[in-house]
């Protein structure tokens, strides 16, 4: 079972003040994932490359959140952090309130099989496996008997428009259709984060939208937190937040009506 090292309840006293009085009526807090002084260093030769800075960071639950930066500025190497794909060398990541530091590797694999779901630019289906395959996989990992999840994975496909498609593999589907088998496969095990990188980086403008579009319906429909590190600016739309990072600092956070009224204001000056 997946726990915090220490055994019982998170000690809210412990925690920043303006994060252990945001908390729901259950008492859990309010943030799904926290982020604090997290720095992340790479030993390049005999440089030292700091690719994240002290970076702190809250996201809330069931929020729509895009990470966005040039390229180097760290956003993916936040978003590895975040995913537990990787340990910052300094700082903490918690998720649900869990210290994923202080997972042992049997508990950490737990957390990113049963809390987070991943979706990635290049797809990262199996080839030789049909996509209901590809979607079950998950399940058949974390001990979901075989007619469950099959029965499951159809039930998800059939919701990302490829009910048609189950047999098909990724070969014989379309770039647009590989992501929407991956954006199924993420949601497997009804993870409360999902995690996309670039998810639509191989796309084209018109399937990227729909991937955007389809990501969004998911965040509001089923109220799954969603997590993207992206250059789309197409994100922004659809984003409730955008973190601004850059040299592995975050620059700024805006909430996406500050971003509509600058735009409001540009196409003001412009008329």
């Not at 994932?33 to 069931?62: F, I, S």
């Not at 099959?150 to 428009?161: A, D, H, P, S």
């Not at 014989?172 to 929407?180: D, F, H, K, Y």
Request: hydrophobic letters at 40%.
């Amino acid at each position: 079972m997946l726990r915090p090292k220490q055994q019982g309840q998170t000690d809210m006293s412990a925690l920043p003040t303006e994060v252990a009085t945001m908390t729901t009526t259950n008492g859990a807090t309010e943030y799904v994932v926290r982020v604090r002084d997290v720095v992340k260093e790479y030993q390049m030769g005999k440089l030292t490359v700091r690719a994240l800075d002290g970076v702190n960071l809250d996201v809330y639950r069931g929020e729509y959140l895009s990470i966005m930066g040039p390229s180097g500025s760290g956003k993916s190497t936040l978003f590895n952090m975040i995913g537990g794909l990787d340990k910052p060398t300094s700082g903490s990541v918690f998720i649900d309130d869990v210290d994923m530091a202080q997972l042992d590797p049997q508990e950490l694999a737990f957390l990113r099989c049963h809390r987070i779901g991943y979706i990635f630019q290049t797809f990262n289906l199996i080839p030789v496996m049909t996509a209901l395959e590809n979607v079950t996989l998950p399940m058949i990992f974390a001990g979901v008997p075989a007619d469950e999840a099959r029965e499951r994975g159809i039930e998800l496909l059939t919701l990302v428009g490829l009910g048609s498609r189950l047999q098909h593999k990724p070969t014989e589907l379309s770039g647009g259709q590989q992501q929407r088998v991956a954006i199924a496969r993420a949601l497997a095990n009804n993870p409360s984060i999902i995690l996309a990188d670039e998810p639509t980086g191989n796309l084209d403008l018109r399937t990227g939208k729909e991937i955007i579009e389809l990501l969004k319906r998911l965040n509001e429909e089923r109220g799954v937190t969603i997590i993207s590190a992206t250059h789309d600016l197409k994100m922004l739309d659809i984003s409730d937040r955008i973190v601004w990072i850059r040299d592995g600092k975050i620059e700024r956070i805006e909430k996406r009506s500050e971003l509509e009224l600058k735009i409001g204001e540009v196409e003001g000056e412009a008329g």
